[in-house]
């Protein structure tokens, strides 16, 4: 920057060229009279002072300055001292360059801030200055340069913004606070050193309709539930006692007269010397959770399969009612024990080292998957029970939910399931046998009596040869016609001892028979594809039938109507049980499989005619030898779905049969 049209006088150009060379300082000679009168005793000043001062001087407005400024140049000094200013300062050029002309125009300048971003040879950095620029002329004459004291504020600006945004900071906390206070649905409130209530949210004047004056204090206790009032005060008053946190739970009367439950809990203050500033706490409206909860428990406590909660340790912390009916034994005789104690060796000696190790390792061997074990009752039996365990935590502890279902009756019903299936598949046979046995002995039967027949026919002829060997030919033709006679009476004597049997008949229901012949006959059914819908009537009339026989027919005609959906697109098997005519009852099996063909149809029931594979054709010929020995009928017809259907009629039970079996 050059300042045209000004001359540098010579008493301050002779000044500022001593300062140049080190000539002046503090300590140097006295100016002359005439160079005090002008601006050497301001240089003299300027150089002695701690305040950072500079002089901007001449045209070029070249930088002299004293110690204390030198700081603000960093690496830059020495060699800014008679330099351009802003050749010195080029990186704020044009953040000073307007201000410097303002001083040379005869405006002095006083800035309490400005930011600047500079260099001191360490890279840019935001820097803050406070600065007074005074214009320096001759006595009436030009500006011959610029005088200048300054401060850098950078750290005190920094500190003024900290301060003020941990102020504001303050402040937002505080409007937040006091918004949260208000909008919360948790009541927060404070009390002294000994218990009283000394403020509160607004809710709880909102929730109680009590006034701040009737709240206060001890005012409060007025609201708890008459029950929860000894209790309550009890635990406050140890907690206070005690300087420990406290949590409670109880009951407070709200507005509208009724009752709610609160979860209220509090803490000390502790000062220095451990006595109580205050304690501030907390009151949570927990009134739906805890109905919830005694609604959870009511259900739970109805469930049948049992429920024991045990903790880290395997001590009993809850034990339903359930488990009390299983195992024997009351809530309060286990809660508090090990629950070793509900089982049997070797699972009693084990356990705990069971849950050490899960502790120490994570191994699993029971949580989250489930197992069958034994249990222990507090008679010393033992039954078999299905155990399915959950892990919970809940805050710093874990506890184990364990679900326990009585195997006991599944077992048994798996033991009548076993013997049900193992008399059907004995039956089938037997029947089979019969069936064969009456087909060959009907078969055999005709030859045998025809080669009777024709040797009883040969032996006249025969006896009239002459000579003694007619005679015996013809005896001996004569007996072995009455051996074949014999052969078929011993066939004949067999099917009807096969064929017999035994029939045990009594009443039945027929819902029954059809569930425990399905539960057989549609093994693997569902892993086929295979959907079965049951049309049972409710109003069914019970059944006058050998069950076991019954069972295997129906046991035929499902396994049947099942194979022959194979390769169906599909496959839906309908089981219906209706009231027919008369007394009778009727039974339907329909598929959706490819049907029968007419000429197969003709022959369905006849033995050993199959339309399978590997069949032997006797099924339903056996199943209509028993349908029609218990008094029905046995059919087929095509599925208007497509499929067939197969329909038998049983008889119903005689009414003085009912009522005997009754």
Known sequence: MTIRGRETAPIVTSIVDRARHGLVDAQAEPFTPEETASAGLLFSAMMASKQPMFLAWGADAQLFYNDAYSAFL???????????????????????????????????IRMDDIALTIDRGQGPEDAHFAFSYTPVREPGGPVLGLFCTCAETTEQVKALRLRDAAEAALRESDDNYRHVVALSPQILWAADENGRIVSAGPRWFELTGMTETEALGDGWTRM??????????????????????????????????????????????????????????????????????????????????????????????????AAERLFGLERVAVVGENVRLLMPEPYRSGHDNYLDRYKETGDRRVIGIGRVVLGRRHDGSTFPMELAVGEVATGDERLFI????????????????????????????????????????????????????????????????????????????????????????????????????????????????????????????????????FRLDPMLPKVWVDRIQIQQVLLNLIRNAVEAMDGSSRRELTITAIPADRDLVEILIADTGPGLDPEAAEKLFQPFNTTKRDGMGVGLSISRTIVEAHGGQIAMQPNPGGGTVFRFTLRRSPLHEIVHAH
């Open 74 to 108: 960093g690496s830059k000094h020495p060699a800014a001292s008679g330099r351009p200013v802003l050749e010195v300062w080029s990186e704020i050029a044009d953040e000073i360059r307007p201000l410097i002309e303002r001083v040379y125009a005869g405006e002095a």
């Open 402 to 533: 364990g679900f326990i279902r009585d195997l006991t009756e599944s077992r048994r019903a798996e033991e009548r399931f076993s013997q049900l299936q193992g008399k059907l598949l004995h039956m089938s046979r037997y029947t089979a046998l019969g069936e064969m046995a009456s087909a060959l002995a009907h078969e055999l039967n005709q030859p045998l009596t025809a080669v009777s027949n024709y040797l009883r026919g040969c032996a006249p002829i025969l006896s009239r040869l002459p000579g003694p060997d007619g005679e015996l030919v013809a005896e001996a033709v004569e007996e072995a016609a009455e051996q074949a006679m014999r052969a078929g009476r011993i066939i004949r004597s067999m099917r009807e001892f096969v064929t017999r049997g035994d029939s045990r008949r009594q009443s039945e229901v027929l819902a029954q028979l059809i569930e425990e012949a399905s539960a057989l006959a549609l093994v693997g059914a569902r892993e086929k594809g295979v959907r079965t819908i």
């Open 224 to 321: 708890l539930h008459p029950d929860d009032i000894a209790p309550t005060i009890a635990a406050w008053t140890q907690s206070i006692e005690m300087r420990h946190p406290v949590d409670l739970e109880y009951r407070l009367r709200v507005r509208d007269g009724r009752y709610r439950w609160f979860r209220a809990y509090a803490a000390p203050r502790i000062a220095h010397d451990g006595s109580v500033l205050r304690w501030y706490g907390l009151l949570e409206d927990i009134h739906e959770r805890k109905v919830g909860e005694e609604h959870i428990r009511s259900i739970l406590e109805t469930v049948p399969d049992a429920m024991v909660v045990i903790d880290e340790e395997g001590v009993i912390r809850s034990f339903s009612k």
